[in-house]
């Protein structure tokens, strides 16, 4: 050790000594003030120009016009003149322990969350004991992250469409997966796509009388009609919504499920699957259409269509790969060989015809999602990472884009992601909007959001119930992430 490293006692007393009087004597931090920004409060207000917003801990403590607005003594403070403030981001869909843990919640998803003003997620698919380890440790303040709400396993019929699963085969095992779950401190039950009819309808009675909503997949066996009647209260992915605006659902729904030939070849199979979509979009009508979205609103069924997956990997095309795309570098590489197993299986040895279908069915998707905006039905935004291309925090944005495409206003994607997901979680009284007493999650950008939603990715400043992250730290978060993907 070189002299110049030591410290002599004497200094380092003195130090110390320096250190506890500029504590006592400095005035105490007393929160946070954005002074003199552009407020886009999440309400669907029209802005509130030249206001400043007060944060104390961990909530809202003010807003007000900058002028008449009190900034607490000793408070931090940003000046938001030219920037514009929308409450925190949620995404409604999404797997936190889908990418190998511990490191791939913690080191990967996390700081992609923050760095994309997300503040709140909805975990549709993973262990409770590892959903509620990470919870727990964001709860305690060990570590900075998004406010987590959770499914637990999927109850599915067999063999299970994913995993974790838990396999239900009739009503019995169906209401015991319910109250286990349910013991075991889920928020949601999520129901999943190979679920039969008897062991569906007895979820949706246990999950009522147990007072837990079921969400999810409309399973392959039922229509989304009656997915909505019998009280599911979330639809992802838009799951059996095509087929209920086929005239001729029945048929395809039969051919759907109708085991295929054996022996039947790769080709073969791609033929089949082809077909059957073509005959799904040339059947489509409007009328089922507007009756099914009639159907949702009647039942209250919340859509969440997670359009970053079905673009790219339900119906991917070579125009929406992302092989090349610059932000790939923060996906950890073996998660990138995975991703690769499911983008050749889902482009080798398909043609133009069936991109150019697969492109139809998303303009059929966002037609249908415009028609369920324009009715007052609500839409929450969501992106089902870290699904195979559907890259964490940054597929939120590229959702919101899709939802503006579909019809919806800037604002009104805003609020998909912001008041409506508060609204479907009961906690309206705590988040979603800025207000006084509100949680301090929140979210200030460098250009307006309802001039252009992608807007909301030029992010200067992210408070997270509290927490300030400002620019540099949300770059350092990204350093951080690219720096683990290259290395895993």
Same mark, same amino acid.
């Given at each position: 050790?070189?002299?110049?490293?030591?410290?002599?006692?004497?200094?380092?007393?003195?130090?110390?000594?320096?250190?506890?009087?500029?504590?006592?004597?400095?005035?105490?931090?007393?929160?946070?003030?954005?002074?003199?920004?552009?407020?886009?409060?999440?309400?669907?207000?029209?802005?509130?120009?030249?206001?400043?917003?007060?944060?104390?801990?961990?909530?809202?403590?003010?807003?007000?016009?900058?002028?008449?607005?009190?900034?607490?003594?000793?408070?931090?403070?940003?000046?938001?003149?030219?920037?514009?403030?929308?409450?925190?981001?949620?995404?409604?869909?999404?797997?936190?322990?889908?990418?190998?843990?511990?490191?791939?919640?913690?080191?990967?998803?996390?700081?992609?969350?923050?760095?994309?003003?997300?503040?709140?997620?909805?975990?549709?698919?993973?262990?409770?004991?590892?959903?509620?380890?990470?919870?727990?440790?964001?709860?305690?303040?060990?570590?900075?992250?998004?406010?987590?709400?959770?499914?637990?396993?999927?109850?599915?019929?067999?063999?299970?469409?994913?995993?974790?699963?838990?396999?239900?085969?009739?009503?019995?095992?169906?209401?015991?997966?319910?109250?286990?779950?349910?013991?075991?401190?889920?928020?949601?039950?999520?129901?999943?796509?190979?679920?039969?009819?008897?062991?569906?309808?007895?979820?949706?009675?246990?999950?009522?009388?147990?007072?837990?909503?079921?969400?999810?997949?409309?399973?392959?066996?039922?229509?989304?009609?009656?997915?909505?009647?019998?009280?599911?209260?979330?639809?992802?992915?838009?799951?059996?919504?095509?087929?209920?605006?086929?005239?001729?659902?029945? %048929?395809? @729904?039969?051919? &759907? #499920?109708?085991?295929?030939?054996?022996? =039947?070849?790769?080709?073969? +199979?791609? *033929?089949?699957? /082809?077909?059957?979509?073509?005959?799904?979009?040339?059947?489509?009508?409007?009328?089922?259409?507007?009756?099914?979205?009639?159907?949702?609103?009647?039942?209250?069924?919340?859509?969440?269509?997670?359009?970053?997956?079905?673009?790219?990997?339900?119906?991917?095309?070579?125009?929406?790969?992302?092989?090349?795309?610059?932000?790939?570098?923060?996906?950890?590489?073996?998660?990138?060989?995975?991703?690769? %197993?499911? @983008?050749?299986? &889902? #482009?080798?040895?398909?043609?133009?015809? =069936?991109?150019?279908?697969? +492109?139809? *069915?998303?303009? /059929?998707?966002?037609?249908?999602?415009?028609?369920?905006?324009?009715?007052?039905?609500?839409?929450?935004?969501?992106?089902?990472?870290?699904?195979?291309?559907?890259?964490?925090?940054?597929?939120?944005?590229?959702?919101?884009?899709?939802?503006?495409?579909?019809?919806?206003?800037?604002?009104?994607?805003?609020?998909?992601?912001?008041?409506?997901?508060?609204?479907?979680?009961?906690?309206?009284?705590? %988040?979603?909007?800025?207000?006084?007493?509100?949680?301090?999650?929140?979210?200030?950008?460098?250009?307006?959001?309802?001039?252009?939603?992608?807007?909301?990715?030029?992010?200067?400043?992210?408070?997270?119930?509290?927490?300030?992250?400002?620019?540099?730290?949300?770059?350092?978060?990204?350093?951080?992430?690219?720096?683990?993907?290259?290395?895993?």
């Amino acid at each position: 050790m070189s002299k110049s490293t030591i410290r002599p006692p004497f200094a380092f007393l003195f130090l110390v000594a320096c250190i506890a009087l500029s504590s006592c004597s400095s005035p105490h931090l007393a929160g946070i003030a954005i002074t003199h920004v552009t407020l886009i409060d999440g309400t669907g207000a029209a802005p509130k120009t030249d206001f400043t917003v007060i944060v104390e801990g961990a909530r809202i403590t003010a807003t007000g016009p900058s002028a008449s607005t009190h900034i607490p003594h000793g408070a931090k403070t940003i000046d938001g003149s030219g920037k514009f403030l929308i409450p925190g981001l949620a995404d409604m869909h999404i797997h936190l322990t889908g990418a190998g843990e511990p490191g791939g919640s913690r080191e990967f998803i996390i700081p992609l969350l923050l760095a994309n003003g997300i503040t709140t997620v909805r975990d549709m698919g993973g262990s409770v004991e590892g959903l509620k380890q990470l919870r727990e440790e964001i709860n305690s303040g060990k570590r900075v992250g998004p406010q987590i709400f959770f499914t637990g396993p999927y109850l599915d019929g067999n063999p299970p469409s994913s995993q974790p699963s838990i396999v239900v085969q009739n009503a019995a095992e169906a209401t015991a997966a319910v109250d286990q779950l349910k013991r075991e401190g889920v928020d949601f039950i999520k129901v999943q796509s190979r679920l039969l009819p008897e062991p569906y309808y007895a979820i949706a009675r246990e999950a009522k009388k147990q007072e837990i909503r079921f969400v999810g997949h409309v399973p392959d066996s039922i229509t989304a009609t009656a997915a909505s009647e019998a009280g599911q209260s979330s639809i992802e992915h838009l799951t059996g919504v095509l087929l209920d605006c086929s005239t001729r659902e029945e %048929q395809l @729904r039969q051919r &759907q #499920l109708t085991p295929p030939p054996k022996h =039947e070849t790769k080709a073969q +199979a791609n *033929a089949r699957d /082809r077909q059957w979509t073509k005959d799904l979009l040339d059947s489509f009508s409007d009328e089922r259409a507007d009756k099914l979205v009639q159907t949702f609103l009647a039942h209250q069924t919340w859509q969440v269509p997670t359009f970053p997956v079905l673009v790219h990997i339900g119906f991917l095309t070579p125009k929406t790969d992302l092989k090349n795309d610059p932000k790939m570098k923060y996906v950890p590489k073996k998660l990138q060989e995975m991703w690769q %197993q499911g @983008r050749d299986e &889902q #482009l080798d040895h398909r043609g133009d015809e =069936e991109f150019a279908l697969r +492109a139809e *069915a998303i303009q /059929r998707l966002l037609q249908v999602v415009g028609k369920m905006s324009a009715a007052g039905l609500p839409v929450m935004a969501g992106t089902d990472s870290a699904a195979p291309n559907v890259i964490p925090g940054f597929s939120l944005h590229e959702d919101l884009a899709y939802l503006v495409q579909a019809g919806m206003t800037p604002m009104q994607a805003l609020q998909a992601a912001t008041a409506k997901p508060a609204e479907f979680l009961h906690r309206s009284a705590e %988040q979603g909007t800025i207000a006084t007493g509100k949680r301090s999650d929140l979210v200030l950008l460098d250009a307006n959001p309802l001039d252009d939603i992608h807007n909301a990715e030029k992010i200067s400043t992210v408070i997270l119930y509290g927490k300030l992250l400002e620019r540099g730290d949300l770059d350092a978060l990204l350093t951080d992430v690219e720096q683990y993907a290259s290395s895993h």
